[in-house]
């Protein structure tokens, strides 16, 4: 018989344990778009009218995991970049890829954040998400620029192709069942659908290059 949660402590760890069984449903179902409240409930262990003691909403409890992305992300690339002073464009770059990829929900959610996340939730929910996530973002920013040769501005172009491209690539890397055979019997449409990190990395270190080689006046450049 399931209890309801009487403390703030269990509330709490009732909350967790949600956002937990949704981080595991994801990569089991493949992606979030594919998960239901129903099946987080009963992955958690609660009766399924319990979740709405806790998010109001499907889009809330994902919004709340990519909000924890963006500080995941963030404590990924401090903890790398600690002490670094001299990283190049294609360096920076790199090291951009290499910490979103490791984190493949929050690939996941950057998709769906724009979509439908953060504008199908309650209007504070949605200020909470906006000011923490910027909040993560410009550490971010300063965090390459002390590690680096390129501008805050350029940085934030740069974040800025990197969560396009992440939110894209992710999906097209890994496609449905049905788009998984489609491309076994059509090899040339396959070609999208792989390597996801690889392509990120080029992508973004042809940005990051691009960018500083703009900010460089014409005869100031070397042949």
């Given at each position: ?88 464009p294609r360096e920076v770059a790199a ?12 690939c996941d959610l950057l998709t769906h ?111």
């Amino acid at each position: 018989m399931h209890q309801r949660a009487r403390s703030q402590e269990a509330k709490l760890r009732r909350a967790e344990d949600l956002l937990d069984a949704a981080r595991v449903l994801a990569t089991e179902l493949g992606g979030v778009r594919h998960l239901t409240l129903a099946a987080v409930t009963e992955a958690a262990g609660l009766h399924p009218s319990a979740v709405r003691r806790y998010f109001a909403s499907k889009e809330e409890l994902l919004l709340e995991l990519a909000e924890r992305g963006w500080n995941q992300w963030r404590d990924a690339l401090s903890a790398r970049l600690a002490g670094t002073r001299d990283l190049g464009p294609r360096e920076v770059a790199a090291e951009v890829s290499t910490t979103i990829a490791g984190l493949p929900l929050f690939c996941d959610l950057l998709t769906h954040v724009p979509l439908s996340l953060e504008g199908d939730v309650g209007i504070e929910r949605a200020r909470r998400y906006k000011t923490n996530s910027f909040a993560a973002f410009d550490v971010i920013v300063d965090t390459l620029v002390t590690a680096g040769a390129m501008t805050a501005g350029q940085v934030q172009d740069l974040l800025a192709a990197a969560l396009g491209l992440t939110a894209n690539l992710w999906q097209l890397s890994h496609p449905t069942a049905t788009l998984a055979e489609l491309y076994v019997q059509e090899p040339r449409w396959g070609h999208a659908a792989l390597d996801f990190e690889g392509r990120l990395t080029r992508l973004l270190q042809a940005t990051a290059v691009g960018l500083t080689a703009a900010a460089v006046p014409v005869g100031e450049r070397s042949a």
